[in-house]
């Protein structure tokens, strides 16, 4: 699976993003797909998954602000963000790994979110 990451760019606070994961190569049907992001000088970051039975979950800062959603027919993954903050700044990874992996196998380049204040 080749995991392609776009929809980045520079916002200013209060700001709605929409960074969409596109898989070629084989169906992400089935598939767990993750956002993280990292920040220089930070370690990686779980943001959201979103599992092929539709479940998601957030991690607690995000929670209420994005949204992680599917859509198949066009093999992509989408994360949804409003009320974007500078702390939200950093590299975005898209990730995806099979329901029966705890780590993910495939990751997209990264796309750069930059909120200003």
């Known amino acids: 699976v080749q995991l392609q990451a776009s929809g980045g760019g520079l916002v200013q606070a209060g700001d709605s993003l929409r960074l969409s994961c596109t898989a070629s190569g084989r169906t992400l049907e089935r598939y767990c797909v993750a956002w993280h992001r990292q920040t220089p000088g930070k370690e990686r970051e779980f943001v959201a998954e979103?599992?092929?039975?539709?479940?998601?979950y957030y991690t607690d800062s995000v929670k209420g602000r994005f949204t992680i959603s599917r859509d198949n027919a066009k093999n992509t993954v989408y994360l949804q963000m409003f009320d974007l903050k500078p702390e939200d700044t950093a590299i975005y990874y898209c990730?995806?790994?099979?329901?029966?992996?705890?780590?993910?196998?495939?990751w997209g380049q990264g796309t750069q979110v930059t909120v200003s204040s």
């Open positions: 990730a995806a790994r099979m329901p029966t992996q705890s780590t993910y196998s495939y």
């Open positions: 979103i599992r092929g039975t539709g479940y998601t």
